[in-house]
């Protein structure tokens, strides 16, 4: 089966840094676009950036300026580079993949999330 795994979170002061990295294995044929989601207690999960198979990017405007996505194709990864961290971007950030690949023995496209890394930015 597909797993995402995500890496890299942890405890930072305001106006640290952090990178985060999610890496998809398994029965993999292709991963089309790949992204960072962050839900925060008591809010609903929110798209913070994402990235598509030829390096197009889309990002959150609360993140503009201070969070790169990147990946690299030939890993199966994406990564998170978060600048200028704030309180407010304490959550726990979520890798999302689409993708195609086996499932059930069968070919198939699909979405797999990952199990969450805890980012907790201290003022």
């Known amino acids: 089966q597909v797993q995402l795994v995500e890496s890299g979170g942890g405890l930072v002061q305001a106006g640290g840094s952090l990178r985060l990295s999610c890496a998809a294995s398994?029965?993999?044929?292709?991963?089309?676009?790949m992204g960072w989601y962050r839900q925060a207690p008591g809010k609903q999960r929110e798209l913070v950036a994402a990235?598509?198979?030829?390096?197009?990017?889309n990002y959150a405007d609360s993140v503009k300026g201070r969070f790169t996505i990147s990946r690299d194709n030939a890993k199966n990864t994406v990564y998170l580079q978060m600048n200028s961290l704030k309180p407010e971007d304490t959550a726990v950030y979520y890798c999302?993949?689409?993708?195609?690949?086996?499932?059930?023995?069968?070919?198939?496209?699909?979405?797999?999330w990952g199990q969450g890394t805890q980012v907790t930015v201290s003022s």
């Open positions: 999302n993949a689409s993708m195609r690949g086996v499932v059930a023995g069968t070919p198939a496209d699909f979405g797999s």
């Open positions: 398994g029965s993999i044929f292709s991963i089309n676009a």
């Open positions: 990235i598509t198979s030829g390096g197009s990017t």
